[in-house]
């Protein structure tokens, strides 16, 4: 294996058996207004799902984040409740975006998963809570009629950039369910009331898992503080620059 090759591996650690099989994987990392992730982990939180495993690779941050005295992996995974959720908190740099996107499909595929679904942000300059639209893309035309029976908005011309953006492509080339459902959100902080819209509209969707949104606009201002701090003090400790590793966009 050249040093190439091993900048470039991506692996998937299971600390246990796991019956995923029909689950929904959930794309949690970091998007505008780091909707991926807020979203990803109110799920954990709010589901009680259980830590099964980690993605791995030599290109991630050389952190750890401390959570309850706990040491955390960068990107981590949980699962329950008919769903598997990848989370992290860093944006992976350019070379690793591809990677992760064919490394999630094929362990949705190994481990009999439904489908693939990326609770994005897209950036708007818009304020007002209340006008937050959340937009909807699928790579099937099974799942793109579940999308306008949810009502959900659409725009026909564009780009969808990262992970959400690889994965669309990823899921048309295959025939595979891949999910991006794109919450107008404000790129300048972390935006917990776009993420709320963002999980509703995957509610709508799935129809499987009954998620209470409330609590998520009432921390709104919590978790945004919170994930403000981790931000400066990741930034404050890692060993490269953050052009090396871009943290949240």
Sequence with gaps: MTSGDLDLALSVHLFEDVDLTGATVVDGFPSVGLVSTICAN?????????????????????????????????????????????VSEFQPDEGLVRGIAETLLSFAHEHGCSRVVSPEGMVTDEEEEDAVKVYGFASTPAARERLRDAELERFDNGIITGVSGVLLALGKRDGFETVSLLAEANPSYPDARASAHAIEAMDLFLGEVDIDVEPLYTEAENIERTLRHMQKQAGKGASRSPSDHPMYG
């Design 42 to 86: 109110y799920l954990i939180d709010l589901l009680e799902l259980d830590q099964v495993g980690i993605l791995d690779s030599p290109r991630f941050p050389t952190v750890s984040i401390i959570r309850e005295g706990e040491p955390m992996f960068p990107v981590r995974v949980y699962a329950g409740k008919g769903l598997c959720v990848f």
